[in-house]
Every structure is written in structure tokens, then in C-alpha cells.
């Protein structure tokens, strides 16, 4: 008995997992974008690269900016592997 219920659980749990990866396949096909918000824009990222090219520090920017140091580390870092990619 117990055996049963047990194969009728990973099946059902099959079917589950099934459905919500062709919802997430259907939404990013919409265009629908996954994750947290990016906290700053592709203008204060510019702007967070120049005043980092004119020597100032990353505390020094966010305090600028509104944000923590590891957010602007993080997004000056994925910048620049973007643009190594392109």
C-alpha cells in the first residue's frame, strides 16, 4: 500500500515539475524576466564607471549613489565581462 502511494507522490511530482518548466519556457518566450531588480540603472553603472576612472573609491560612489559598495563592485563587474563578451 504504502508502495503505491509512493509512486503515485514521484509521479504527480513528475507532472509538477513538468508544468512549471514549460511555464517558465512560455514566459520567457514573452519576454518576462526572472530574479531580483537590478538596483541601479545602466545610467548610474556609466556613471559609477567614471567616477571610478577619476580615482574615486567604490565606498566613496555608492555613498553617491545611494547603494552599498558590493552593488556597484557587482555591477561594474558584470560590465565589464559583458563587455569582454561582446
Known sequence: MLTMLSAFAQLERAFILARTK???ERARILGR???PKF???Q???AHARDLQGE???LREISALLGCHASTI???LQIQK???EIA
Do not use: P, V, Y
Open 39 to 41: 538596483k541601479l540603472s
Open 33 to 35: 524576466s526572472f530574479g
Open 43 to 45: 545610467q548610474q553603472i
Open 22 to 24: 514549460e511555464g517558465r
Open 73 to 75: 563592485s557587482r555591477a
Open 81 to 83: 565581462e559583458e563587455e
Open 55 to 57: 580615482g574615486r573609491g
